[in-house]
């Protein structure tokens, strides 16, 4: 078989592949495809050397028979008939097509799923290492190998790389990167400002390689394979593509995302507690002029942040939530040690910031003025550093819990927790007339308790308990577009309850 490298590290292989039968499960439970391994063959034409010997080409290696293989091989082609025989851990079959040439059964697994084709052959990435291979149809009938990444995790938890053990020095490889720009596929650097850059990665000749995975499940062991393919400028930069809106509910999760970030800005304890430093009401709103205004800025930048880590072959292919620090060093050591410790102080306080105003909150507004405990200031520090501590000790248990999910999707929830909770009782408190102490504590109650309790039953936490997602009894991603408006009404009818009862007491 004749086989040539491409400068991308493909092959491209004259012969045709074809395949045993095989078979493929989709388990329900894990979402990984079960598979029954299949024998990659292929048709190689035989040639005979200077010495007389038998040779040939197969997965881009020569193959030369020693003389007790050319004495099998001999007798396999004499007799012309079916038989398999075995020559260096190779099982071999006579077939006659055009001449003399063989049927090589090649030892490696080969998979189709969903049209994707994947063979196991010797890789690039580690020498004399198995790994997988991709395989599409390439030009004149020819067929190109893109090599893969792959990750195999065994029942006992061990964790195989690219065909060797996980360690800190063996990770899989970064990627991301332009395979042309405009048509170029070396394009000289030059500077270009930031409109301009977002035009030249849109054009129709620009192209992205990005990656794909693919999850199998052979036996007990969970294998991944991570595939390179190809975008044009514009399927990669047109927006809107994160999100799935096919649906009625995928347009309703996305509408309730949207609601949840909106409205669960201006319900941020954290947020709320800043108003406390400023000196009057003038420099309250000029504060939140500027911080909308600085907040802004840096959204449009995380944009510039995602291209750059998506063209600089910095992206980790299992998450996505550590594309800026990679990002940085990609630039050196300094610039990964300044964003990293930017991340850290940022991290720090926020969470400050919450246990701060979750503690005050316990101490101040629960105990004392709800509950009526009448503490003192000495007690009432006491019992916010309690505060602190319990609220702490559970956001590092929800932290480990949730460590495997998109950093986006558990933003998208806090926001909803926290505009469901908090956002009717400000908007109420500062709008309607009629709002009462009791409808603002029914609110908060049932604001919380909807929205923890859309997130517990949604397919996210369905998958995270190891079930199928598509069994969840809440089809929603995002609870706002219930919890919210649950909230709201709760309020309202709580406190026209509590009306005529509040009247009296006043009386």
Not at 399 to 417: C, D, R
């Amino acid at each position: 078989m004749d086989a040539s490298q491409k400068p991308d590290g493909s092959l491209v292989c004259e012969s045709a592949f074809t395949y045993m039968e095989h078979k493929q499960i989709n388990d329900k439970k894990t979402g990984n495809i079960k598979v029954t391994l299949a024998k990659l063959t292929e048709s190689v034409p035989l040639s005979i050397n200077e010495d007389g010997k038998h040779h040939y080409q197969f997965m881009g290696r020569e193959h030369t028979f020693s003389d007790e293989a050319q004495r099998k091989l001999g007798e396999l082609l004499d007799k012309n008939t079916q038989q398999i025989i075995t020559i260096n851990g190779l099982n071999y079959v006579h077939k006659d097509i055009n001449g003399e040439q063989v049927l090589v059964l090649h030892n490696g697994r080969s998979i189709v799923i969903d049209g994707l084709r994947f063979i196991e052959k010797e890789g690039t990435i580690y020498a004399n290492v198995v790994n997988w291979w991709k395989m599409t149809d390439g030009e004149n009938g020819k067929i190109k190998l893109t090599e893969a990444q792959s990750k195999l995790t065994r029942p006992n938890g061990a964790v195989t790389i690219n065909g060797i053990p996980s360690s800190m020095e063996n990770q899989l490889l970064p990627v991301g990167t332009l395979e042309q720009i405009k048509g170029e596929t070396n394009p000289e650097a030059k500077s270009v400002g930031p409109i301009e850059f977002l035009a030249d990665l849109s054009q129709e000749d620009t192209t992205f390689t990005t990656w794909k995975s693919q999850n199998m499940d052979f036996d007990d062991d969970i294998l991944t394979v991570y595939y390179p393919m190809q975008r044009s400028g514009p399927d990669t930069m047109t927006p809107g593509q994160y999100f799935k809106v096919k649906t009625p509910i995928q347009r309703l999760d996305f509408i309730s995302l949207m609601m949840a970030l909106f409205f669960g800005t201006a319900a941020l304890p954290h947020i709320l507690i800043r108003y406390y430093t400023v000196p009057s009401p003038a420099a309250a709103r000029k504060s939140t002029i500027v911080a909308i205004a600085a907040i802004g800025f840096f959204y449009v930048l995380t944009m510039f942040l995602g291209l750059g880590a998506a063209i600089n072959n910095v992206l980790n292919l299992e998450s996505s939530n550590m594309s800026a620090p990679l990002l940085a060093r990609s630039f050196g050591t300094v610039i990964f040690a300044i964003i990293s410790a930017v991340a850290f102080a940022t991290v720090l306080g926020t969470v400050s910031g919450l246990i701060v105003a979750s503690s005050g909150a316990v101490a101040h507004d629960l105990l004392d003025r709800y509950c009526g405990m009448n503490m003192t200031e000495k007690q009432k520090v006491g019992v916010g550093k309690l505060a602190a501590i319990a609220v702490g000790l559970v956001a590092i248990i929800l932290g480990i819990t949730f460590k495997g999910v998109n950093v986006t999707f558990l933003v998208g929830l806090a926001f909803a927790v926290a505009a469901s909770a908090n956002l009717p009782s400000i908007l109420m408190l500062l709008f309607w007339k009629k709002t009462t102490a009791q409808g603002i504590v029914a609110s908060i109650v049932i604001g919380i308790a909807s929205a923890v309790g859309l997130i517990i039953f949604s397919p996210v936490m369905y998958e995270l308990y190891g079930l199928d997602g598509t069994t969840a009894p809440i089809p929603l991603k995002s609870p706002g577009i219930v919890s919210i408006p649950l909230s709201f009404i709760t309020l309202i009818v709580v406190s026209l309850m509590t009306q005529k009862k509040n009247q009296e007491v006043a009386a």
